[in-house]
Nanobody
């Protein structure tokens, strides 16, 4: 069973940057790896996703132009570069992966329900 592990959370002031990393236990060639976030009392929401077999990327409107998801050369790792952070970006950030299903439409690639494998989460706190 695929496992994903996040790292890189922390605290930063508004306008600052953080990079989150996610390592998969094996190369999920036909899967999406995505980042999601959740604050207490709210539903988990999509941030960004990346198709490991071809590099398609999708972003939530709230992070477009500020966040970038990329795959590292080792293939098993994706990172989320977060720039121009805002206090409203404060959340527990989760990395997740879909089953090996091939390409999906954007709406599915950014849907919590499509992801079968989840990390434990890493906290990001942005202070004003």
């Amino acid at each position: 069973q695929l496992q994903v592990t996040e790292s890189g959370g922390g605290s930063v002031q508004a306008g600052g940057s953080l990079r989150l990393s996610c390592v998969a236990s094996t190369y999920p060639r036909r899967s999406y790896m995505g980042w999601f976030r959740q604050v207490p009392g709210k539903e988990r929401e999509a941030v960004a996703s990346f198709y490991m077999g071809g590099g398609s990327t999708y972003y939530a409107d709230s992070v477009k132009g500020r966040f970038t998801i990329r795959q590292l050369d080792d293939k098993n790792t994706v990172y989320l570069q977060m720039n121009s952070l805002k206090p409203e970006d404060t959340a527990l950030y989760y990395c997740a992966a879909t089953d090996s299903r091939g390409r999906l439409p954007e709406i599915q690639a950014l849907s919590v329900a499509e992801y079968a494998y989840w990390g434990q989460g890493t906290q990001v706190t942005v202070s004003s």
